[in-house]
């Protein structure tokens, strides 16, 4: 009535799956917050480089 190899094979693959799935959805997840930023920060510049050429065409 106890495990066998089987059942110890299967629960060990399970788990690897599952922490396998939550370390994909994290780094996914890292990746768009990451992406965000970087969009923000470049809108950012466009802006103030923008700004400064609309500055200059008015001197």
Not at 6 to 26: C, E, K, N, T, W
Not at 35 to 46: D, G
Request: glycine share 6%; aromatic share 14%; proline share 0%.
């Amino acid at each position: 009535m106890g495990f066998n190899i089987g059942d110890m094979i299967f629960q060990l693959v399970s788990f690897i799956l599952l922490f396998g799935l939550i370390f994909a959805i994290y780094f996914f997840v890292q990746a768009l917050v990451t992406r965000s930023r970087n969009t923000n920060s470049v809108e950012q510049k466009l802006d103030k480089i923008i700004e400064l050429l609309e500055k200059d065409r008015r001197d």
